[in-house]
């Protein structure tokens, strides 16, 4: 809404496997290569005026820098938020799950969303920092996804060799306090990025768009202009 309130044409996309997009039953597809190249489609079915600018969040900042980096006559400017972009920034217990993703697969299919809503509330990044409403709404948008998507980091190649070819001007926005990512893969990125500016947010864990919003649209939009 801030977006749209500020002039700006908007569009959002669930990722394969996620919120309302298909999910295949076949666990083979997810893969990076396959989440990837529906999104390209996607963007290339679009009415767009290149170029224009990608905000993408953990693996959405993944996939945001490599479409930047196969078309950067498209992309204007990116927003990167606490963005993976090497499975060596994954925290230890994701580390346990990208090499063995069963586990995970089978926890996601059997885990109630109920026992999920409660997990989520044990963060105290997310629990404290979120309305009732929008914590049960995490714990719905996990639940209804595939559980296939954990095989997903395990099919990510490292984009830290071709990041400095990168042009594109960025943002990378991250929580201090992220579980899910290294926080201090984020200060390398940018140093990474040519041309690239850097906020840390304090007392913010992977999702500080969700619990800082005012924060994040204001610096979004601050760079965007």
Request: aromatic share 6%.
């Amino acid at each position: 809404p801030a977006l749209l309130d500020a002039g700006y044409r908007t569009y959002e996309v669930d990722l394969l496997g996620h919120g309302d997009s298909h999910k295949p039953g076949d666990p083979q597809v997810y893969n990076i290569a396959a989440v990837y190249a529906a999104l390209d489609s996607w963007i290339a079915n679009l009415d767009l005026q290149p170029p224009f600018s990608l905000v993408g969040h953990s693996m959405g900042g993944y996939l945001s820098l490599k479409f930047s980096l196969e078309h950067p006559d498209l992309v204007r400017s990116l927003v990167l938020i606490d963005p993976l972009y090497s499975t060596a920034q994954l925290a230890p217990v994701f580390r346990i799950l990208h090499r063995r993703p069963g586990l995970g697969i089978r926890a996601l299919e059997k885990t109630p969303q109920h026992v999920i809503d409660a997990i989520v509330g044990l963060d105290p990044n997310m629990g404290r920092a979120l309305p009732r409403w929008a914590r049960q709404q995490v714990a719905i948008d996990i639940k209804r996804a595939s559980p296939h998507i954990l095989n997903l980091p395990r099919t990510v190649p490292d984009l830290t060799p071709q990041l400095p070819q990168l042009q594109t001007p960025a943002q990378v926005i991250w929580g201090e306090k992220d579980l899910t990512l290294n926080p201090g893969s984020f200060p390398s990125l940018v140093s990474s990025l040519p041309h690239s500016q850097g906020h840390p947010l304090p007392n913010c864990g992977h999702q500080p768009h969700l619990t800082q919003p005012e924060l994040v649209n204001q610096l979004i939009l601050s760079f965007l202009r």
